[in-house]
């Protein structure tokens, strides 16, 4: 009976946590942000219980919109946004280049929202983390907090270069894939790319 009683006990604390996160509304809106020089990015935004409510928002943009641990911030009364950066992380080259000034375009974009009151913060790591330090750098006074992870500050000593040169290990596989919307990915790419990059590292140490 005791056994019997502890596991009525688990089951209808188990059913609590369900109904909390179900009594959590994750309704899910899509936008097309428009940044400073007219370029729209996808963004994904996540509200916690209504959209109608004003809540501090956390903020992720990297390859997709997406936010880790998105379900956890609704539940703790956050809204969440995630935003896709240009040409689906950069990989036609432009990684970094403007990912401070859409950052903070972003972060403005959010500030100006009815279900924004104010308070932003971003949360991520690798470039979900350096997407973070950069948005920074630009100030928006929206901007409270950062929560960067896995990620260096230099981006020219570490990551993909290491002092100007290219980190093999960080290019040579997934990442030097053409994944760009507006380009036909090459399956090849990758064997190509790692060989010239042996071929040019064997020149300069041997």
């Known amino acids: 009976m005791a056994c019997l009683n502890k596991m009525r006990k688990r089951w209808m604390a188990t059913l609590f946590l369900l109904l909390s996160t179900c009594r959590v509304s994750q309704a899910q809106e899509i936008f097309a942000v428009p940044m400073r020089d007219r370029v729209k990015l996808t963004t994904k935004v996540w509200y916690s219980e209504s959209k109608d409510l004003r809540k501090p928002v956390v903020l992720s943009r990297a390859y997709n919109a997406s936010v880790a641990g998105q379900s956890r911030f609704n539940a703790a009364g956050y809204h969440c946004a995630g935003q896709a950066t240009r040409c689906g992380g950069g990989v036609d080259g432009s ?75 960080m290019t040579a596989h997934g990442r030097a894939g053409n994944r760009c919307p507006y380009r036909k990915f090459d399956p090849s790419l990758l064997a190509r790319t790692y060989d010239k990059m042996v071929r040019l590292i064997s020149t300069i140490f041997w």
């Open 95 to 169: 990684r970094f280049m403007y990912d401070a000034q859409d950052g903070y375009d972003c972060i403005d974009w959010i500030s100006k929202q009815p279900w924004c009151d104010g308070n932003v913060v971003m949360y991520g790591k690798s470039y979900w983390g350096k997407t973070q330090l950069l948005a920074a750098m630009e100030q928006h006074p929206t901007l409270k907090a950062i929560v960067p992870q896995n990620m260096g500050i230099g981006s020219w000593k570490s990551g993909y270069r290491c002092y100007g040169a290219v980190a093999l290990a």
